[in-house]
């Protein structure tokens, strides 16, 4: 065994905790990468260790062959926080959503809704957490009763998600598999909510991290953890170990089909294949295929080239439709990968969006005013930019939801989407705009120039080339366009903040939304929508911090949101997203550039079910997650 071997299994076998006791299931062969910790004992074979009714995959009935385990997958992420992009990618949920977007159990050996009031999870017997603790309704019982709601972990209390009409559910335990969420009202979005590209992680590994709370930790071993750590309390330790989405805690076990195994910041992270993973394929090999994900850290502007150079066995993260060329000269000169053109989910590729709740009330003004956000849109020239960038692939128009969702409305793409200048600046000389400087730019009421600054998070080069033809667009009406590229998390903090008067993100993550898809990101529930943070925050908050909605339309939005959650049929809730839709069209609260533009996917020759034609969408899809990288295998088992 070479050195880079050992190194990874003594790496990996640090997380691994003594033989559990053996359970009756199937065969599951051993895998290579693991054989030597079972000789020694330090693990029990693959048949003890994955659950009593294991997730089994049919990869011929998907389309898909059966592949091989084996193999290290090299990718690339731009920030050394985005390693949480593993367990994005890795995609264990409770439930998730297949190809086609249809929720099915997943971690859970399947769910009971009773009228969307009351849900039963069953756990799958003899499942497992990566360190080899069983996973048991006590995972939900210490989360729901010992994190969600106790005030020093979780101040605002249980998220959003469990909170239906201002009340907490009922949640029993009745038996070691057994979970029960009860509400009053309904809660129609539960189960889609357990499917996001982020889960919301109901459980937690409690024997793991009991150790770090008051209620159960020894005293003095707490208060040495506390010490050691240096942070001022346990609940602060508590919160640093207990971070499931992070994923930088190579000592947290884990449900996805890779662990961390790489402690603290470094410019390589290691994931190696979980020994208690759940799922395996038809003939008893247990996933992932792959045994290692090797994940760099590089800077933004390197992603291509090293693309280019063969550094990536399977990249899109960092990668432009800009990147397009030198990726197909990379291909034709040998290099050993493809280029797939995915589609992608978003609601727009590039979308402004005016901060509605901007600190300075002369801006706060202008751009609550629907003829300026609509003159804004017209005086922009979409078929430009999708010429120059996407060489005419993308769709220009308003934002709004995709084609592959039932909800799609040509008109409402079409909605104040129209490169139409003199409609444009009648509309600004209506809404009182029609003082000039001597450049021919405008005045706002107070007298200063219309100077409309748009920050962006500076990672994407397709955005400052849009932005550099909008501004010679938006001269042409009287408004100056002045950018400011900043870091991803300034701006946010930013726009939150309203300090910000506009930014540029893309649109809605979600462009494909169905009849059980909740309308939610559509009305004011959320800050992230960088159009209308404080009204988010309201929201989130409970009325703690930010803004009450003050727009009627924004006020009509939360209600609309509010019918969905009662609605008992699909065609009540598709009402409400055709009316949500339009009143985004006809408000234009972000202005949307273009939809659809092809996202580059380069893949290893030998990297086998990755599919050539597929979406890339945060959520629903959690990017390559939709599609399963567990079953993606080497030719061979070498990468």
Known sequence: MDKTRRTLLAVAAAAVLAPFAALAGPEVAESAFWQQEVDLGNLPPASDRVPETPLVVDLEAKGRSYGVQGGVLNTMVTRSKDIRQMVVYGYARLVGYGEDYSLRPD???????????????????????????????????YWWEDVANNPLLNPAGPPDLLIVEG??????????????????????????????????????????????????????????????????SWAALH????????????????????????????????????????????????????????????????????????EADLQARGLDFRDVPILRKGEADGGNYVTYLWGTGTASQIAIHPNLNVNDTVWRSVLRDVR????????????????????????????????????????????????????????????????????????????????????????RQEVENALQIITDDWRDVGVKLVMRPLDRDILRNRVFAGTTMASVWFGWDNGLPQPYTSPAYLAPTDQAFLSWPKWGQFHQTRGIAGEAPDMPAAQRLMELAQEWDRAATDEERSAVWAEMLKIHADQVFAI?????????????????????KGIWAWDPGAHFGIHRPDEFYFEGGHG
């Open 592 to 612: 949307g550039i273009l939809a659809g533009a092809p996202q580059p996917v380069v893949v290893n020759k030998t990297l086998r079910n990755v599919p050539e």
């Open 107 to 141: 971690i859970l050996l399947g769910y009971e809704n009773a009228g969307n009031r009351k849900f039963t999870l069953r756990l799958r017997p003899g499942h497992k957490w990566s360190n080899g603790d069983p996973f048991t309704s006590e995972d939900f019982r």
């Open 372 to 459: 300026v956000r609509r003159a804004l849109s017209l005086a922009i020239n979409r078929n430009t930019i999708n010429k120059a960038l996407y060489f005419k692939l993308g769709k220009p128009g308003a934002m709004t939801v995709l084609e592959q969702s039932p909800f799609f409305d040509p008109e409402l793409r079409k909605a104040w989407a129209g490169f139409d200048p003199e409609m444009a600046n009648r509309l600004l000389d209506e809404a009182g705009l029609t003082e000039r400087g001597r450049n021919g730019i405008r005045k706002l009421p107070d007298g200063r120039p219309m100077e409309l600054v748009i920050e962006t998070a500076g990672e």
């Open 239 to 310: 919160n640093r170990r207990d971070n499931m989405y992070k994923f930088d805690n190579h000592q947290l076990p884990t449900l996805q089909p890779w662990m961390n195994s790489t402690s603290g910041k470094k410019i390589r992270h290691l994931f190696v294949r979980n020994p208690y993973y759940h799922r395996v394929d038809a003939r008893g090999v247990q996933l992932p295929y792959i045994d290692v994900v090797e994940m760099e850290i590089v800077a933004g502007g390197l992603v291509a080239a090293k693309s280019n150079a063969g």
């Open 167 to 232: 009340q907490p559910p009922k949640v029993s335990f009745p038996d070691e598999t057994t979970v029960i969420f009860e509400w009053d009202h309904p809660n129609p979005s539960f189960l889609q909510s357990l499917a996001q590209a982020r889960p919301p992680f109901i459980y937690r590994p409690s024997a793991f991290l009991k150790r770090y709370h008051e209620k159960y930790a020894d005293p003095a071993e707490l208060a040495a953890e506390v010490d050691y750590a240096r942070v001022k």
